[in-house]
Nanobody
């Protein structure tokens, strides 16, 4: 069964850090661009970070540049999102998905795989 499973979310104080994991089963993440997305209550989903299939290109939305870092561990078939200097406005459900990393955007299609999401809550 093809599946993406996120983990690592939780409650953290402003200024703190979390590392989210996106683990794949039933297929290999190698060769896929992987995106991290977030959706806060009442807001549209936004692409946060993306890593290209070769791992050579990474994209970040402006609001997280310098604070978040996306990486991949091929041996563990997992993509990570290291989040530092967290702010209350980072509070959202974070999901990972197979995607396409563009210069200024992350795009997904109807055939892409999605995880179920993990809640990140940053208190002030």
């Amino acid at each position: 069964q093809v599946q993406l499973v996120e983990s690592g979310g939780g409650l953290v104080q402003a200024g703190g850090s979390l590392r989210l994991s996106c683990a794949a089963s039933g297929f290999t993440l190698n060769g896929y661009a992987i995106g991290w997305f977030r959706q806060a209550p009442g807001k549209e989903r936004e692409g946060v970070a993306c890593i290209s299939p070769s791992d050579r290109q990474r994209y970040y939305v402006d609001s997280v540049k310098g604070r978040f870092a996306i990486s991949r561990d091929k041996a563990k078939n997992t993509v990570y999102l290291q989040m530092n200097a967290l702010k209350p406005e980072d509070t959202a459900v974070y999901s990972c998905a197979t995607a396409a990393c563009l210069t200024n955007n992350i795009v997904t299609g109807k055939n892409d795989y999605w995880g179920q999401g993990t809640q990140v809550t940053v208190s002030s």
